[in-house]
């Protein structure tokens, strides 16, 4: 059986580390692009992609993998799809689904799409960051609708288990962007607001495992994130909302001197936490995500 071949659109980050693992994997011939010809120069001499894609001609892949951020994704969308082999599979790793997936479904008519969002990323963007271990032990998420063909979720899950991810959750578009609204854009909110204290300048020497723990994911692409929470606007304001709720009590109690009751917001946190932990296993400290 001949190698699975991939085109990668985007050698980013995230583009780059799949070609890397999928040179790795050995399982896989893949075709890179990026509008940057330097780094598609880059990623062709470093032979994390086996060929360069010129942007114009058809692409034979099996499958076409959109490694950009989602307003180039949606863009490319108007006009990829008939380049594309036919019953071919498409899909995107962008952050939020519903509006990609919603968009995609209605212009593949050839092609079956997919929805994806491999849960991995690191602080620092661009090709020369990408790593072949970056989706090791992590999970990779693909979204269904009752447009979505079967056996393409099977070739996405495969493909996900090849470049080092550890399990696979399956589920809709809707339900991930409400997820996601909680567990990777509500940190994100959180740590730029704390970084934007006038203490955050003379944390040194003071800081240590919580500073660190808590501002880590403040440094982003501010272009990518004014995306990813605009497109996803319903569900981040209602998770912040409870966020300033909860806040809130924290403060009031502090303000009333209600240790009791300070006392009782700590140990809810703290019970929830174990609970967590208890129910998903241990967190080992992480690199990435």
Not at 58 to 81: G, M
Request: aromatic fraction near 8%; charge should be neutral; include cysteine.
């Amino acid at each position: 059986m001949g190698k699975i071949k991939v085109a990668i659109i985007g050698l980013g980050l995230m583009g780059g580390s799949i070609a890397k693992a999928m040179k790795k994997n050995g399982g896989y011939y893949v075709i890179g692009y990026d509008t940057d010809k330097e780094i598609s120069a880059l990623a062709k001499k470093s032979e994390s992609v086996d060929e360069i894609w010129d942007g114009e001609t058809a692409l034979s892949s099996d499958i076409t993998i959109l490694a950009v951020n989602p307003r180039v994704a949606l863009s490319l969308l108007e006009t990829l799809p008939p380049l594309l082999k036919t019953q071919s599979i498409l899909t995107d790793i962008c952050g939020i689904k519903s509006e990609i997936v919603s968009k995609a479904e209605d212009v593949c008519k050839e092609v079956y799409f997919v929805g994806g969002h491999p849960m991995a990323g690191r602080e620092l963007s661009g090709f020369k960051y990408s790593d072949a271990e970056l989706f090791f032990g992590r999970s990779y998420i693909i979204t269904k609708t009752p447009k979505t063909n079967p056996s393409a979720i099977e070739k996405l899950k495969q493909m996900a288990m090849d470049i080092g991810c550890a399990d696979v959750t399956v589920t809709t578009p809707e339900y991930h962007d409400k997820m996601i609204a909680y567990t990777s854009q509500l940190p994100h909110v959180l740590a730029g607001a704390y970084m934007n204290s006038p203490t955050s300048a003379s944390h040194k020497g003071y800081s240590a495992g919580s500073y660190h723990d808590v501002s880590r994911v403040a440094s982003v692409d501010e272009g990518l994130w004014t995306q990813l929470f605009s497109q996803n606007k319903k569900n981040l304001l209602f998770e912040l909302d409870i966020l300033i709720k909860n806040l809130e009590d924290y403060r009031s109690a502090l303000s009333d001197n209600d240790t009791d009751r300070l006392n009782n917001i700590i140990k809810t946190g703290r019970i929830l936490k174990e609970r967590d932990i208890s129910l998903n296993g241990s967190e080992k400290p992480h690199k990435f995500g």
